[in-house]
């Protein structure tokens, strides 16, 4: 074989090669950003059996007391809420402490302290466990940024108009609900609608289809009237 030919040969699988682990690298991090995403923390699950209600119990009580959690705070302000909150585990560990300590001073009994096992307990946070929740909410805000530059510059007239519809949605909804409303009726709408999509996917799916392909056919309308609209590229 020519040494040249060969030579050339080498170079390009070398090349070949080094595009591949680079490629690979550059996966990396946004494998780790999906893996890390809310939405892989939905459907992770533990979260599925939760709003499944695969254990009624178990479900039923988390339900219970996030609602109990946001209604306290629908009617008394966060400080209350917590403050009551703090003031009733107090007063929960120190009844138990109180009697443990009479227990065994009539028992006449060493066991110790009640909370020994979990006061010995590591409970600090390793560094590198903080330093990987920094590093992720990093990414989170660098992104956000990014996306709130392009929208309220303009980069993609478009996008920009879907923003300020959605915007001016949610002025409507803001007189109508406060945050507290919306979260309780997220929390409801979070335990009961798997349930029922569980139980009736295929006609679910069947309205969601039409309602994408009427919402695709209207903005691709729209955005064909629109005078000098930028076109998004094939490429993106």
Not at 147 to 169: C, G, Y
Request: aromatic share 8%; glycine share 4%.
């Amino acid at each position: 074989m020519d040494p040249m030919t060969q030579s050339a040969q080498i170079s390009s699988s070398q090349g070949f090669a080094d595009g591949q682990n680079s490629a690979s690298k550059e996966s990396r991090p946004t494998d780790s950003f999906l893996s890390s995403s809310p939405v892989s923390l939905i459907q992770s699950s533990q979260v599925k059996d939760l709003i499944h209600w695969r254990d009624p119990k178990k479900s039923g009580l988390v339900f219970g007391l996030s609602m109990l959690l946001l209604l306290s705070l629908a009617a008394f302000s966060v400080i209350s809420v917590v403050s009551y909150l703090l003031l009733a585990l107090l007063c929960v560990t120190i009844t138990f402490r109180i009697y443990k300590s009479v227990v065994q001073a009539v028992q006449k009994s060493s066991e110790g302290h009640p909370f020994k096992s979990l006061i010995d307990k590591d409970v600090s946070i390793p560094p590198e466990t903080f330093r990987k929740h920094v590093d992720v909410s990093l990414t989170y805000i660098n992104r956000a940024l990014k996306q709130m530059s392009r929208l309220f510059l303009v980069e993609d007239l478009v996008d920009s108009l879907k923003l300020a519809v959605v915007m001016w949605l949610l002025t409507y909804v803001g007189a109508v609900f406060n945050g507290i409303t919306i979260l309780i009726l997220a929390d409801i709408l979070l335990f009961a609608v798997p349930p029922i999509y569980e139980k009736n996917k295929t006609q679910i799916d069947q309205y969601i289809d039409v309602a994408r392909t009427q919402i695709n056919t209207t903005i691709a309308k729209l955005q064909e009237k629109l005078p000098g609209a930028v076109k998004r590229s094939k490429t993106e």
